[in-house]
Each structure stands twice: as structure tokens, then as C-alpha cells.
């Protein structure tokens, strides 16, 4: 009976990321979102934006191209330079930290990791 009413809550993974960015990119309220989508309470959807915002963070995912109309909009423009230079600036220290790990682990290990350039393949 437990695996039954678990499995009313499992929505597919384009169901999600459809809804997540209704209200990350498109400025679509939450309650708005979950009452047009049945779903049975607003909680799951602020669940699945939250981990979308983890994984944002992380760098696992990328940022929403903007569509055609809001390129005119200089608000909106200054919103997503913001939320690029954020990506970019997590994007680089995350950089910065697998280089310092592969650094560290060819000079405890004496073996060169990186691929050289000019190898044959």
C-alpha cells in the first residue's frame, strides 16, 4: 500500500524541468504553477526548485537560453548578465579546484595526469 501512494507523487524528469522553469525563467509564481498543474501541494514544486538551484550552483547545469522577446527588455538583460557572471565566476573557481586536485595528485604520485598536447591518438 506504501509503494502505491509513493508512486502518485513520481512525475517524469521533463515534467519537472518544464515546471522549474516556468517559475525560475519565466517569473511564474509557484502556487500559480502547482494549482495549474494539479499538483497536490505547492512544496513539491519548491522541492524540485531547489534542487535545480543546487545543481545550478554546482555547475551541473546550464543557464536557459533567453527567448527573442525579453532581448529587448534591459532589465531582464541585466538580470541574466548577473546570473551569467555568477555561473561563470562558480564556474571558474570550480575550475580552479579540479586544477589544484590534479596539481596535488600528479605531485603525491609522480605520474603525470593531464594529457599532454601534440599526442598521438
Not at 543546487?54 to 527573442?68: F, H, Q, R, Y
Not at 531582464?76 to 548578465?81: G, M, P, Q
Amino acid at each position: 500500500m506504501k509503494e502505491q501512494s509513493l508512486s502518485r507523487f513520481e512525475f517524469p524528469e521533463e515534467f519537472k524541468e518544464k515546471l522549474v522553469e516556468l517559475v525560475v525563467y519565466k517569473n511564474v509564481s509557484a502556487a500559480q504553477v502547482a494549482k495549474k498543474y494539479d499538483l497536490p501541494n505547492i512544496h513539491i514544486l519548491i522541492n524540485w526548485i531547489n534542487n535545480y538551484k543546487s545543481k545550478l550552483e554546482k555547475g551541473a547545469v546550464t543557464l536557459v537560453p533567453m527567448e527573442k522577446p525579453k532581448t529587448k527588455d534591459s532589465v531582464l538583460l541585466k538580470k541574466r548578465i548577473k546570473d551569467l557572471e555568477k555561473a561563470l565566476e562558480k564556474a571558474n573557481v570550480l575550475i580552479y579546484g579540479l586544477n589544484a586536485m590534479i596539481d596535488h595528485a600528479e605531485k603525491e604520485s609522480k605520474v603525470p595526469i593531464r594529457k599532454k598536447g601534440g599526442t598521438k591518438q
